[in-house]
């Protein structure tokens, strides 16, 4: 079965420290990778998908295949980094364009 | 350009009522996806609409359904609703059918009473 888990429900750092959310996921075939974020009152936006290897907000996030994970990173965390983030795998092989969304993780940055 | 836009974005129903809500993708977008936020479940993935064909569908009874229109615009049916349903409802559209970023829309709070 599709599974993607975020362990940490609740992080929280302060200010000026490295944050690292973690995202594991089981999943046939291969999957590709998303980072969605929600502020406060906010609509889900997109943070970071794998294939583009870009750095959105100084966030950055490695594909591991071989441990099927996909953190993501930050080395300096702000405040206005505080919002819930999901991880997002989706395999168009088996079900097309469907994002699995973990749990998520809200990340609060204390100053 | 504009977001997706979602109407109304928020409703009262009461049990056993139907309701309709409906997606305007970004101008462009041909796909759109539906998706339930929940407490308790999550975000969960209801049906996928391209070129006014349903392409994928989740685990939700039969009581949720869709459909999409020639201009791309969505709409989402819930009939008989139960207390379960309340919910935000998300729609999400991308340019075309797989293989492309999903964005979304600001969701309809759904309360059923």
């Known amino acids: 079965a599709q599974r993607v888990t975020q362990p940490e429900k609740l992080l929280s750092v302060f200010k000026g420290a490295p944050v690292e959310l973690k995202c594991n996921y089981s999943?046939?075939?291969?999957?590709?990778l998303f980072w969605y974020v929600q502020y406060s009152r906010q609509r889900l936006q997109l943070l970071l998908r794998h294939i583009s290897r870009e750095s959105i907000k100084g966030f950055t996030a490695d594909l591991n295949k071989g441990e099927t994970s996909f953190h993501l990173k930050k080395p300096f965390a702000q405040e206005e980094d505080s919002a819930m983030y999901y991880c997002?795998?989706?395999?168009?092989?088996?079900?097309?364009?469907?994002?699995?969304f973990g749990e998520g993780t809200q990340l609060t940055v204390n100053p | 350009k504009a977001g997706v836009t979602q109407t109304p974005r928020y409703l009262i129903k009461t049990r056993g009522q139907q309701v309709t809500l409906s997606c305007s993708p970004i101008?462009?977008?041909?796909?759109v996806s539906w998706y339930q936020q929940t407490p308790g479940q999550g975000l969960q993935f209801l049906f996928e609409y391209f070129s006014e064909t349903q392409r994928n569908k989740g685990n939700f009874p039969g009581r949720f359904s869709g459909r999409q229109f020639s201009n791309s615009r969505s709409e989402m049916n819930v009939s008989t609703l139960e207390l379960g349903d309340s919910a935000l409802y998300l729609c999400?559209?991308?340019?075309?059918?797989?293989?492309?970023?999903?964005?979304f829309g600001p969701g309809t709070r759904l309360t059923v009473l």
């Open positions: 999400a559209s991308s340019l075309v059918y797989l293989a492309d970023t999903q964005y």
């Open positions: 101008s462009g977008h041909r796909s």
């Open positions: 999943y046939s075939g291969s999957p590709e």
């Open positions: 997002a795998p989706r395999s168009l092989e088996t079900s097309g364009s469907r994002l699995t």
